[in-house]
């Protein structure tokens, strides 16, 4: 007979059992993607064995030398990156203005913009298309940047939840003292409200990553790809190397995966705050 | 924008000489959104209705055909394949990750030491580029060299072909979305079954109820708000599936795989042919209303809103 303490315990490891071999049952592909990345040509069409007999980093340099890999790095990076900056001010402005300050047609105005969260993007692609021709933006930084960087209706949303949690003696007392409304939302606004710009921030930088349909209409040239796009190539014109295409995959998702560990929990509260936070 | 007088009895926001600064500052600051709002989605929705009613080629200008372009549409065979395969693939897609991602909330909810490290472990598969993750499955379900015919073969079963078969493809393709999504609603789910406060369980702990009914009458109810919203939200994201299927089968073998919006898009950025594919546009928008409306209608009506 065991006693109670015991089967608990016993209960307990049971449970870590289960879900450690559910985590690898369920992580198998990425490993798998791993080990073919890792893997010798004639290897990878002669075994299964999940650790490769040699590892070799030579599927590695082939992606890397005969695609255009680095440029597809550069690209999807740096525009990345200017969407996160612009998004980051411009949703920490409208959710400043939607959370903190008074104006007439408030409400109304913030739930129509959060009502657009259900418009797919099929609806509003080809007439964008046509305003970047229209613009001679076709081929450019631009096209993949400035639709994406004034901001969306899930970031304004989360930094409004955020900004009316805080007091409002805060900004009063702060315009009392003679700051503008812009003065006080950089000064003491923002620097509050760094955590709500974390979580909004590694969002932000996933998505965009990631982004797939838009760089793919907006873009032809191979000196403009972004990741995705380059990716979606590759299938064609590499896909009986297989240990190559998923060193291509594995450049492609690691720094995503290196974001997630070092900003694990801005991940889950971001997550969270989509469902919770209704 | 109305000018009010002042008067004591008004709210104070209302008060224009004295509050003209405020409000011009909430204007500016949500001025880029808006001017993006405006740009980028409303005056293309607009403009997308009208080219649905017209034949455009992008380059000369856009030809008034009336309701050509619908009767088309309605005539196309691919095009009511291409729906049918949609609404396969959310009908068959959302519930099972839903199901799927219950049952691991909660295994999970269980003051587990490691918890962040099995919760960051799941998201892992969301954090990738679908486009990525779409060729490593490819490569899993390669006919001849790929893992799944491998473990089928060990257990002595015949080979199949995962996305080169007419009727396994689109299946395929749903497991691999099922699987790289999985993790968000698994952390979704697993903050709902966290709000449930545990004096409810005890309670009822006292009145003699088996984890049976404690999951049906407290957990049910209480995340059913959270739940619900996740179907819809899943619903209307599924139903313009286009990442995986482009970059896994390009719509093939046939037509087996050739989603709503992979068919658009081939239309209007392969055919150069504009009309249908906007009206295709309009198409999905409605369908996704009309979805929404009776999602709302027939499961959100019995969602239990209040609980305190």
């Known amino acids: 007979m065991l006693t109670l303490g015991q089967r608990q ?67 999807t990076a740096i525009v990345a990156l200017f969407i996160l900056i612009g998004t980051l001010i411009s949703c920490g402005l409208a959710g400043y203005a939607f959370g903190q300050l008074q104006f ?44 994406f960087m004034f901001g969306n209706a899930f970031g304004t949303f989360l930094m409004r939840q955020f900004f009316m949690t805080l007091p409002k003696e805060l900004s009063e007392s702060a315009t009392i003292d003679g700051a503008g409304y812009f003065q006080t939302w950089w000064r003491i606004m923002l620097p509050l409200s760094k955590p709500a710009l974390a979580t909004l921030g590694v969002m932000t930088l996933v998505a965009q990553w990631n982004s797939f349909m838009w760089p793919l209409v907006v873009t032809q040239s191979q000196s403009l790809k972004v990741l995705s796009v380059g990716l979606a190539d590759f299938r064609l014109y590499f896909s009986v190397q297989w240990n190559s295409l998923m060193a291509a995959v594995m450049i492609a998702v690691i720094p995503m995966l290196l974001i997630l560990i070092l900003a694990q929990k801005m991940f889950i509260k971001g997550i969270q705050f989509s469902g919770v936070n209704r | 924008m109305s000018i009010s007088v002042s008067r004591n009895d008004q709210p104070r926001h209302l008060n224009f000489q004295k509050n003209w600064r405020e409000w011009l500052a909430g204007y500016l600051m949500i001025l880029p959104n808006f001017l993006r709002f405006f740009v980028f989605m409303l005056i293309p929705i607009l403009v997308t209705i009208y080219i649905g009613f017209t034949n455009w080629d992008l380059i000369n200008a856009p030809r008034w055909v009336g309701l050509l372009n619908y009767k088309i549409l ?161 619903m209307i994201s599924t139903l313009q599936i286009f990442d995986l299927p482009f970059a896994m089968t390009n719509g093939g073998p046939g037509n087996a795989s050739r989603v709503f919006n992979l068919y658009l898009y081939q239309k209007g950025f392969q055919f150069l042919q504009m009309g249908p594919a906007s009206a295709m546009g309009v198409i999905l928008f409605i369908f996704i209303i009309i979805c929404t409306f009776f999602i709302f209608k027939y499961i959100g009506s019995r969602i239990n809103y209040d609980l305190s």
């Open chain 2, 74 to 234: 309605l005539r196309d065979s691919i095009f009511w394949t291409s729906l049918k395969k949609t609404i396969l693939f959310t009908i068959v897609n959302v519930p099972v990750q839903s199901f799927l991602a219950l049952l691991i909330a909660i295994l999970l909810n269980q003051k587990l030491k490691g918890l962040n490290l099995f919760r960051t472990l799941f998201i892992a598969p969301w954090i990738c580029m679908p486009v990525a993750i779409g060729l490593t499955w490819t490569w899993i379900y390669n006919k001849e060299f790929g893992y799944l015919n491998h473990i089928l073969e060990l257990i002595g079963l015949a080979k199949v072909g995962w996305i080169t078969s007419q009727d396994i493809t689109l299946w395929s393709i749903v497991a691999t979305n099922v699987w790289e999504f999985l993790g968000w609603h698994i952390i979704l789910l697993l903050a709902a079954l966290q709000i449930v406060p545990p004096d409810l369980y005890e309670a009822a702990l006292v009145d003699g109820a088996n984890n049976w009914t404690r999951f049906w009458k407290i957990t049910v109810p209480v995340i059913s708000p959270i739940f619900f919203y996740d179907l819809v939200v899943n």
């Open chain 1, 104 to 147: 007439p047609g408030k409400n109304i105005l913030f739930y129509l913009y959060l009502a657009t969260m259900m418009v797919p993007a099929a609806v509003t692609l080809i007439p964008a298309y046509y305003i970047i021709i229209k613009l001679n933006w076709v081929n450019t930084y631009y096209a993949l940047i400035v639709p």
């Open chain 1, 9 to 75: 315990s016993l209960h307990k490891s049971m449970l870590y059992m289960l879900i450690i071999f559910l985590l690898f049952i369920y992580l198998f592909p990425l490993l798998w993607q791993l080990s073919t990345s890792l893997k010798d040509a004639s290897e990878v069409f002669s075994g299964f064995n999940l650790i490769p007999q040699k590892i070799t980093s030579a599927a590695y340099f082939t992606a890397w030398s005969r695609f255009n890999l680095q440029q597809y790095l550069f690209n």
